[in-house]
């Protein structure tokens, strides 16, 4: 992944946002494999603001890893609402954070096993004491490092904006 310096500004603004709030986040990723904790490591304050994360590639790994339901997906598949939650709950719960981020979707370059397109991501974020936020984006089939790049930049956002809320 190229940094872009938007998402890097991003990342430090997160950053200083839980220092002032006294928060401290983990990440749950699929279709970015990491990528999302790997930028905010690289933040001033992650040392004492990120826990680190969960990278679920497989089904079979956010059942095992993050607690998601074999049934939901199997019967949603791993690029819904229902899934994102369960891994942003999934992580909270098994980690010392206080919030937590999930990415999951469909990078490319051919649809999932469950036939969802390029470019489908969904995205929740779960905060202890608030009900947990979803995002669905459809970007469309603009490559891998694109969908990537904009799932990041959205997950970015939702999480400032949650860790923003009293």
Not at 56 to 83: D, Q
């Amino acid at each position: 992944m190229s940094t872009d310096p938007d998402l890097v500004e991003q990342a430090k603004q997160l950053l200083e946002t839980l220092r002032a709030k006294k928060l401290s986040v983990v990440t749950a990723e699929s279709c970015t494999a990491g990528m999302l904790a790997t930028l905010l490591s690289e933040a001033p304050g992650a040392a004492e603001h990120l826990h680190g994360g969960f990278i679920t590639y497989t089904k079979a790994n956010k059942t095992r890893a993050l607690g998601v339901s074999c049934e939901v997906l199997a019967r949603r598949g791993a690029v819904c609402r229902e899934v994102a939650i369960a891994m942003a709950e999934g992580a909270l719960a098994r980690s010392p954070a206080q919030l937590a981020v999930a990415i999951t979707g469909v990078a490319g370059p051919d649809p999932d096993e469950d036939n969802n397109p390029v470019g489908l991501v969904c995205i929740a974020v779960a905060r202890e004491g608030h009900p947990a936020q979803h995002l669905e984006r459809r970007y469309g089939d603009i490559g891998r490092d694109g969908v990537r790049t904009r799932a990041i930049a959205d997950a970015l956002s939702e999480l400032k904006e949650m860790a923003a809320q009293d």
